[in-house]
């Protein structure tokens, strides 16, 4: 969809939503403007017992009945700004901008966008200083975990009903966004916008077929493919976690993932907040299983000790050479652009789901995505965050390509690119969600110990068990 195709004029916008209005009375009172921006407007959310229908003026986006954002298209807002902060830079300031044009046009309320690369210390002095955003576009939900102990942050169940959230998205989406409050219950910090998914395996679809190899269904079947390339003569995996100052974070993907596949969302969980330790027995199997594949010779474009060395982002390169040196490469679908320049969606490389490991865990996706986050309680801002929960305010990368929309609403005929529309497919076959853990766990282990644990592992330095123990030490207390 074009975002052009949203807009339409006050007169009939006005037209359309005073029958909306007249049908639907809101149980919600609007906030007073000088509701102070800590402090959250004590409303009741809408009592239901089913979820809402959601009401699609115009076949536009989804609107919750007699909330804020109904009230916006009949332009009891109009003249307001919302100040949003993130990380955005172009390309995906532009793909932002374009996602808010539907909600500008027919709302009358202008979204400004005042981010940058900066963002993460500025927000946090402009926080300190009393002065924070209206929303904030967090990418790490770490962050605003703090802000919500702090009491910085607007829960937005104050007034949007869980039965709409539940609608909206899947229950782990929910449950990523709980946070602990400042009175020490737990609460929802936003609401989840765009995301990218991780649980991915790219390969050169022309040569693939050609050779006669099936996509892999279950984790079985991946480990008889490996084997069958290994036959073949051929090694199945392109692998490589050198990144700099970052080399190891790739073989932490890895073990999420597995985390996912051989344990429960409990444990992981568990494992993220520092209950489950990494000495554990369900860490340790995690990382056991994909070692069986990255320890082999056989299995590994360059063997065991090419990885390390490695950079992540060439290591999918000799898939691409005819015959391709690898067939396999695991990795979220930022990746193609290290792809070579040319590559063809479809015809040159395909992907296909990471495999279950355990039935019994379901078919888990892990993810990493941003969750917008409410600063300042006033009713145009509450208006905007109601826009966030429909999967049309990320229309931008929908049409153009970057990102997935979080919502379990969003449908294939939104995506504007075969790539993301496929991936969208797939999404929509996950029984659940996770974030990537490392980025949730205290920076000393997540982008530290933890990175360079799987580093002294893969490259032989240390054995597992020290590595798990030496991480688990690094934990801060």
Not at 9 to 34: D, Y
Not at 167 to 182: E, F, H, R
Request: charged share 20%; proline share 8%.
């Amino acid at each position: 969809m074009n975002a052009k195709k949203y807009s339409w004029s006050l007169l009939t916008m006005l037209v359309v939503f005073a029958m909306v209005l007249g049908a639907c009375t809101s149980a919600t009172p609007a906030p007073t403007t000088e509701a102070p921006a800590e402090e959250p407007v004590a409303t009741e959310p809408p009592a239901a017992t089913e979820p809402p229908a959601a009401e699609t003026p115009a076949g536009e986006f989804a609107v919750m009945p007699g909330g804020f954002l109904e009230k916006a298209l009949a332009g009891e807002y109009s003249g307001t700004t919302v100040t949003v902060d993130g990380p955005f830079t172009a390309p995906d300031d532009a793909r932002f901008a374009e996602s808010m044009k539907a909600f500008e046009d027919a709302t009358g309320i202008t979204v400004k966008y005042i981010g940058d690369k900066t963002f993460e210390s500025r927000i946090a002095i402009s926080v300190d200083a009393g002065n924070p955003p209206d929303i904030a576009d967090f990418p790490q939900p770490g962050a605003v975990a703090n802000y919500a102990r702090q009491g910085h942050i607007i829960d937005p169940t104050t007034w949007i009903s869980e039965d709409w959230l539940k609608q909206q998205y899947n229950q782990s989406w929910l449950d990523m966004g709980t946070v602990t409050g400042p009175d020490g219950q737990p609460m929802y910090g936003g609401v989840w916008h765009r995301f990218n998914g991780k649980s991915l395996v790219w390969y050169p679809k022309a040569q693939f077929d050609a050779a006669g190899y099936q996509v892999p269904e279950t984790w079985d079947d991946l480990l008889a493919l490996t084997q069958q390339i290994a036959d073949d003569g051929d090694t199945a995996w392109c692998i490589g976690i050198g990144s700099e100052a970052a080399t190891g974070w790739p073989a932490t993907d890895w073990t999420e993932d597995l985390m996912l596949r051989t344990t429960s969302l409990e444990n992981y969980d568990k494992w993220v907040a520092g209950e489950l330790p990494f000495s554990s027995p369900e860490v340790k199997k995690a990382i056991e299983t994909w070692s069986e594949i990255w320890f082999n010779d056989a299995y590994v474009y360059g063997g065991r000790s090419s990885i390390a060395s490695t950079f992540f982002g060439d290591s999918p390169v000799p898939m691409f050479e005819d015959p391709p040196k690898c067939w396999l490469h695991r990795q979220g679908n930022f990746i193609t652009g290290f792809f070579p320049e040319g590559s063809v969606a479809g015809e040159d490389y395909d992907f296909f789901y990471f495999p279950a490991v355990d039935e019994q865990y379901g078919k888990p996706f892990l993810v990493a995505g941003d969750i917008m986050t409410m600063f300042n309680d006033r009713p145009e801002v509450r208006a905007l965050m109601e826009y966030f929960t429909t999967p049309q305010s990320a229309s931008g990368w929908l049409q153009n390509g970057g990102a997935l929309a979080a919502h379990q609403t969003a449908t294939p005929d939104m995506y504007g690119v075969d790539l993301e529309r496929g991936i969208a497919e797939l999404v929509t076959q996950a029984t659940s969600f996770r974030f990537d853990a490392s980025d949730l766990m205290p920076a000393e282990v997540g982008s530290g110990s933890f990175w360079t644990g799987m580093v002294d592992y893969v490259s032989g330095a240390a054995d597992l068990d020290t590595v798990l123990a030496e991480i688990d030490a690094s934990w801060p207390r």
